[in-house]
């Protein structure tokens, strides 16, 4: 006999969590649909060399694989739904007009937790918004997420904006970092040490760590210190998308920021919110790679369903009414299509446990 | 560069089917919540031993198995969700009263696809009622299956009713065969083979086949040439079963039928329904294990999605209202809380593609 215990990372959902989780996944995916974002479907697991293909980030020894009996050959379970659509967009929906709106939903399967997260399988749901990544589809995507958020009940929501590239794009032109450097130089802004960045000739990027924090201030630090071209433009993007959803949401801005951010180009973004504890989602610009070489414009984002579950989200009370050993059928019938949760009794002896109502004739009466 | 094929078995679903797929499994989900049952959500992947032990059916080599590499264990996809039902029932919710009702709905993965399903991983939805199998508990299992299928918009519903261990009950008593020839007896059923039957000598079996088909007249049959109490308790049972679900579907009885019935006992039934090629799902009476090797009674069913999205259920257009830019974002909100869905141009440019409306104002008018 088996001891029922689960692999670690692995668990049970059990009620009320596990129906929580369920309404909240239709909530999330019902609010992306109403902006047009059409759903989309792909499979469990794949050849483990399109899930790493298709993401600069992605790596082999990252993802749980197994030997497929019937194709023989190496399969990969999806550590992330993201990738996958980009291969549909690229592929069977390649001659579809852009924009391309698409949405997911479902579980995914991290080889390893993390200390945030101890879970290893996720229901992650998102939406991608391919051909462009113009400010407008920014703006866009940010409010389909604020809405998917508020649908899921989210309150205080926190967008932190990254420029991802920024640091490759800087050292690259005005402020010249040799590449042999770069690495360094990535490490000595995310540890935030102006001694390092000194001692690699580096210390011009020192203000850029200063411009961190809530906007509009942090944007204005950034604006006061840009001399370049190429900062003024994304200084600008940002101010277009922070207005464009003002109001509605707490912005901050970490222009260094890189972390999880690998293949976003433009701009990145984590999303948070009061109560939550972590990350509820992220998302940003990228580019999907196609079977001809050209790279396309996308933007999207994602969210894990659990976290939400995890606060307490999508619980609600239901009305639980009894329904004795010959009631009338139909009587109970028509109450659940009204809504009521029926507990037909099976015995005469059965209890109504957990009920708030009782059937008496075709009425339900508080208990 | 990858060529984004996939492994045979495993697709991806496109608009509009995935998001049928997403809205017949909530459908499904909620009318079976309805009837009092509670949602788990178990694990994509558990130890081998947990999923194998848990039913008599389950096979090593069925399974999709890896080894994890954070356990260093053999792992294995599920199969099928009624197990893993089945070990919380025994296990987490041991303790919870009984009759306990436990909903699911998620992907399941198989190891090999089948002629009829070429799909290797499906979704499967279903109900579980736990600690009796008496006839009020198969009727209500039945009556929660009928409206779930209805609730996806299936129509002409018949059921097939098997008795699984009635052969087996049946040679270890009234109509005695050895058990060494109880294989061939096995074989010569399924193949309704009156020749084979007579060669070993149980040529008494043959009246069972002939009882075979459509209720009530199948009925009648096997209560004519039945001689054996424990053959006129099962009847019975059948005839409180069909009356009480009177006038909803059809019914049908193959008395010897066992092929996928492996774990059932009492009682096993197969779901079909009108334009949907295969059955649809499948249930029936059966023992859960538990740690101090008692069994326990239980009653479910499993439903499919993927043949109900391939009938072409679950399709609904939707109202899609093309958004200029510079409309007011405020009013496409409020648009969208009406159930529109709106698709926003990101630039002046875009065409209403797929649009049946376009904002004016505040108003959609049509195209």
New interface residues.
Partial sequence: ????????????????Q??A??RLL?RV?V?I????Y??????????E??LV??LKSARRQDL????????Q?T?A?RPDITG?VG??A????GHR?R?L?LAY???V?K???TQLRPE??LTQAGAELIG?A?V??IV?VL?VAI?AMEAAGVTGITIDLTLPDLVETLAAGPLPVPTERLAALRDALDARDAGALAGIGAADYLPLLEAAGPLPAALARLRALSRWEILDQRIDAIAQITD?LDGRVTFTLDPTERQGFEYQSLIGFSLFASGLRGEVGRGGSYAI?H?D?TAEPAVGFSLYIDPLVDAGLGQEP?R?VFVP?GAD?AAA?AL?RE??????A??DD??P?GCTHRMVGAVPEPL
Same sequence: chains 1, 2.
């Fill in positions: 006999m088996t001891n029922g215990l689960l692999p670690e990372g692995l668990r049970d959902r059990l009620p009320p596990a129906e989780a369920s239709h995916i609010a649909g109403r902006h047009g059409d759903r989309v479907s792909p499979p469990l697991a794949e050849y060399e399109e293909g298709r749980l694989r197994f030997v497929d009996p019937v194709s050959r399969l379970l996958q291969r549909i690229a592929t069977r929906l007009p924009p709106r939903g479902g579980p399967l080889l390893r937790a290893r399988e462009t113009a407008p589809a866009e409010r809405e464009a790679l079977a070489g239901s639980r050993v059928p019938r659940r809504g009521w949760t029926t507990i037909a099976l015995t059965d209890l446990v």
